[in-house]
């Protein structure tokens, strides 16, 4: 009985022990299966990482050099655009308005008609001059005709020379009636023309103050026109640069409208009437405008060269230059090493421009570095390129 109780609780503790065993060996392989499929994770994951990482492939860019070159002193100024021809445009008559051949924004050359009146009282006044006109040459004709029949007949003594001198006279005065007869078709035929008004010049309509129907007067403008193949800028300049700006300098403008393109002008002249409470002067630049971008109105910003001495500095492609966030500014300098280009950002400070350069006022920059023109957006410093050829430089120094 003890024996067999004994045994009892043998198999028990032997189950239970062996229950353990197993138990244990399957926490074992859990842990085993989690570790592996942990590693097989890691694996999967680091092979994905790495295949995912951007290869030090050569970024390909685009180089320009940095230049030494001679720039004159510009001043800065502000202005406003004019036009350099503007008519109000009125009639020679007064007169009914029958036609209108233009509206407000278009566009007519020299000769162009613009408006008409009712010419018909003018119209009969010339068709009665110029039969008048026929009248008087008729005769004059005749005239002629009867000095030269006496003529011939004084030769034949069949005529006295009181005749022949009074058919001479008949002629002269034959000849100055036609002529005032042809002078007044003359004025008849112009009062015609001035019941018509055309464009002394080439430009817009910008302004119209009559309409079909309404009476024409001539004291009173009828349209308003402007050219619009140069324009004019007037800018202000300060007291201290007056005597620098002279006339036929070289004047560099950009406009709001356009914020990436430069035009050219010349100095007109520089208007000696100042402000005396700002102590500025007016100054005319003109600007051609052959395609017509530009309008009467914009607000310009003006640099214009000033008389005197010129000085060396460096200067770099505008478009190399980055700007960044808390207002400095870099370029990417290329420097070869173990036979490899390689780019890295230095520091500049910006000074004057001169056309599409810029002036380097301070920097670790010499003449002749390359720098990255195009293809600088997110370089890494010291990131490997592969210089492309790049447009060549056209826009001159100012």
């Known amino acids: 009985m003890v024996r067999s109780g004994g045994g009892r609780g043998g198999s028990a503790r032997g189950l239970i022990g062996a229950s353990g065993i197993l138990d244990s060996m399957g926490i074992s392989n859990v842990v085993s299966a989690i570790t592996?499929?942990?590693?097989?994770?890691?694996a999967a994951f680091w092979t994905g990482v790495v295949q995912a990482a951007p290869s030090d492939a050569p970024r390909p860019v685009t180089l320009a050099e940095v230049e030494?070159?001679?720039?004159?002193?510009?001043?800065?100024?502000?202005?406003?655009?004019?036009?350099?021809?503007?008519a109000e445009l009125s009639v020679r008559v007064d007169g009914l308005v029958t036609k209108l051949f233009v509206d407000e924004g278009s566009i007519i050359a020299v000769g162009d008609p613009v408006l008409a009146l009712d010419a018909r009282l003018a119209e009969h006044d010339a068709a009665t001059a110029t039969a008048q006109v026929?009248?008087?040459?008729?005769?004059?004709k005749d005239a002629i005709r009867v000095r030269d029949e006496?003529?011939?007949l004084e030769r034949g003594r069949h005529a006295s020379e009181t005749e022949t001198q009074s058919a001479i006279a008949q002629v002269e005065i034959a000849a100055a009636a036609m002529a005032g007869e042809q002078a007044a078709l003359a004025r008849a035929q112009e009062l015609v023309a001035r019941h018509r008004l055309s464009a002394p010049f080439a430009g817009m309509v910008v302004a119209k103050h009559v309409e079909v129907g309404?009476?024409?007067?001539?004291?009173?403008?009828?349209?308003?026109?402007?050219?619009l193949d140069k324009l004019r800028i007037r800018a202000i300049v300060p007291q201290r640069n007056y005597g620098r700006v002279a006339p036929g300098a070289r004047a560099s403008i950009r406009f709001d409208a356009f914020p990436e393109r430069r035009f050219d002008g010349t100095v007109l002249a520089r208007i000696a009437r100042g402000d005396d409470r700002s102590r500025t002067f007016p100054l005319l630049i003109d600007l051609p405008n052959p395609d017509g971008l530009l309008a009467p109105g914009m607000s310009a910003r003006v640099q214009v060269e000033l008389a005197g001495a010129r000085a060396e500095a460096l200067t770099v492609p505008r478009d190399a230059i980055i700007a960044k966030s808390d207002g400095s500014r870099n370029v990417w300098r290329v420097k070869t090493e173990d036979g490899i280009p390689r780019a890295y950002p230095v520091w500049v400070e910006i000074g004057r421009a001169s056309g599409d350069r810029l002036e380097i006022v301070r920097g670790d920059l010499a003449a002749g570095d390359r720098l990255v023109l195009l293809g600088n957006e997110s370089l890494r410093p010291g990131q490997a390129v592969e210089p492309r050829a790049g447009a060549r430089r056209t826009a001159a120094v100012e």
């Open 150 to 152: 006496l003529l011939r």
């Open 68 to 86: 030494r070159e001679t720039l004159r002193e510009r001043a800065s100024l502000t202005g406003t655009t004019i036009p350099w021809r503007r």
């Open 134 to 140: 026929r009248e008087a040459e008729a005769r004059h």
């Open 36 to 42: 592996l499929r942990c590693l097989l994770g890691a």
């Open 214 to 227: 309404e009476w024409a007067k001539r004291d009173q403008a009828a349209v308003e026109l402007v050219a």
